[in-house]
């Protein structure tokens, strides 16, 4: 078993065990959350071979990158090819900033309703 101190190693040395082995590898994440600190745990494991690889975190930031990494591993263990995301097209991209002012101007409108405070009483 490998416990890797920097998210960078932790991921090339999963990404070699998957290219090796992608039908038996397994990826799990799972979490824990105390009353101050919340800690992901990530475990990337092949049982025929007793390859075990471990890491742990309490970063937000490195905890969004392994959601999104648990994905594209997913495919890879079944065998698929990682799909490439298409960009969007300039019209749909003008429709989505036109749309957004009229929501902006439709919530401002409610903020102005506000009540009046009244003053203390004597």
Avoid at 30 to 43: G, L, M, S, W
Avoid at 96 to 111: F, L
């Amino acid at each position: 078993m490998v416990v890797f101190r920097t998210l960078n190693e932790f991921l090339e040395e999963t990404k070699l065990l998957l290219d090796a082995y992608p039908s038996t590898t397994k990826l799990v994440i799972r979490y824990r959350i105390h009353e101050a600190d919340a800690y992901i745990f990530v475990k990337a494991y092949e049982i025929a071979n007793g390859i075990c690889l471990k890491y742990r975190t309490d970063k937000l930031a490195e905890m969004t990158h392994l959601i999104q990494m648990q994905g594209k591993f997913a495919f890879v263990m079944n065998g698929k090819d990682i799909p490439v995301e298409e960009e969007a097209k300039p019209q749909e991209v003008q429709a989505q900033v036109t749309e957004k002012p009229a929501v902006q101007k439709a919530q401002s409108s409610t903020k102005s309703q506000k009540k009046k405070k009244r003053g203390k009483r004597k």
